[in-house]
């Protein structure tokens, strides 16, 4: 406030008060794709690009590659953003320098590269993309990078099991992975490929990230992506036993292992909702997705505060904005319930005198229902009164 001499009246605008958080864009998928005939004014080279509609980027996406393929998968599930990375893909079969490019670099001009790409699109495109995936060419060094990009971004990843055929070789390579932002899916959809003009391989990954852009967009971010229809698509890639009422099925196998399948059962769906994760508390998808949209949410709805006096009033208002969205987010069902509060102890005058302020809070993310007991019981005690209901019968 100035002290400045007024004879007259001086007009303060204050601007404390609560404000309203608004929610991430949690749809927004990233992907790294081939397709050395692609019009490249619209997918130039290792340059994350922003398609608002997959469906109406597939005629600039050419027939080679994984371009258009993953763009039809995903338009058959939703209409969504998607950031596009394409990478060129070698003639022949030179399979190390494919994994290269898709890797990506930083080269000498600072320019990132393949997946390293996706790293920049938030600078680039003003968004971020949250569900990533490398359709067709995951080999395990790609996956890897995958779930370290995915770390970084806060985002969900979907790998495939390496062209694994059997499901003890699809468990051995799970093991090769602990990260909590990572599923593994085993198997690949089948479906008709209107360039070769044949049913062939739809690859899941593609499918799984359309998959997860919709129920972000029509249920939320609490609902995991297993037992759920997945459009588009005619069989699948590999024979396995599954069965709902057994436990001795391969697919109850893998799941146990933590490996997401795929099933005919009303329809073709994901079956599987655990994460290559190390610590089991974060095991389901849902979980690790709602702590990274809360995470998330919260880290970019405070930048206005950034600066201003700590004074108790900015304090209490911080603290209400979090309680007030976690009070809405327990309204439409995507957590059980969070709270945030201010820890006297640790934000003692030492910390703010130092201009640091630290808020608290907890969340409890919303279980899935993954084993449902039904305890059945035969008894006699229903004819006890057998000849009184005849007589009224």
């Known amino acids: 406030m100035s002290d400045e001499y007024l004879h007259g ?20 998928i990233g992907v790294v794709v081939t397709a050395n005939d692609a019009d490249a004014t619209v997918f130039p080279l290792n340059e994350p690009v922003l398609i608002t509609d997959p469906l109406s980027a597939i005629a ?21 953003p998607c950031v596009i990375v394409r990478v060129e893909e070698p003639s022949g079969s030179n399979a190390d320098t494919l994994t290269a490019n898709i890797i990506g ?12 790409a996706l790293l920049n699109a938030k600078t680039k495109l003003g968004i971020k993309p949250r569900i990533l995936g490398v359709p067709k060419y995951d080999n395990q ?3 890897t990078e995958l779930a370290s990009i995915a770390k970084k971004l806060n985002a969900f990843a979907y790998i495939s099991t390496n062209g694994a055929t059997t499901k003890e070789q699809a468990v051995t390579y799970r093991q090769k992975f602990a990260q909590r932002e990572v599923m593994m899916i085993h198997g690949d959809f089948t479906a008709f490929d209107v360039n070769k003009k044949q049913t062939s391989t739809d690859f899941a990954v593609a499918r799984a990230l359309g998959l997860r852009a919709k129920l972000d967009k029509e ?54 909702s655990r994460t290559c994760a190390d610590d089991p508390i974060w095991a389901f998808e849902q979980y690790v997705r709602t702590a990274q949209v809360i995470r998330d949410t919260f880290a970019e709805a405070y930048d206005w505060a950034i600066d201003k006096p700590i004074t108790p009033t900015l304090a209490k208002d911080m603290v209400e904005m979090i309680n007030a969205k976690f009070r809405t987010w327990k309204a439409q069902g995507y ?44 008894t006699d005690k229903y004819l006890v009164d057998f000849a009184a209901k005849i007589a009224t019968a």
């Open 219 to 272: 249920i939320g971010w609490h609902k995991n992506l297993s037992n759920m229809a997945v459009d588009g698509v005619t069989g699948v890639s590999l024979d396995m036993s599954f069965d709902i009422q057994d436990s001795s099925t391969d697919a109850n196998f893998l799941n146990e292992k933590g490996i997401t399948v795929l099933v005919n059962y009303n329809g073709y769906r994901f079956w599987g």
């Open 141 to 143: 060094t790609v996956a």
């Open 60 to 80: 600039k996406a050419g027939k080679q590659g994984t371009l258009a393929s993953t763009l039809d998968a995903i338009s058959d599930l939703v209409r969504t």
């Open 9 to 28: 009246v001086r007009v303060l605008e204050l601007t404390d008060g609560t404000r309203p958080i608004k929610s991430i864009a949690t749809g927004v």
């Open 335 to 378: 957590i059980v319930d969070g709270k945030a509060w201010v820890d006297a102890e640790i934000n003692n005058k030492d910390e703010l005198k130092a201009g640091k302020f630290y808020i608290d809070y907890d969340f409890t993310p919303v279980p899935s229902l993954e084993n449902l007991n039904l305890r059945q019981c035969i």
């Open 105 to 116: 670099t930083v080269n000498n001009k600072g320019k990132y590269t393949g997946l390293k």
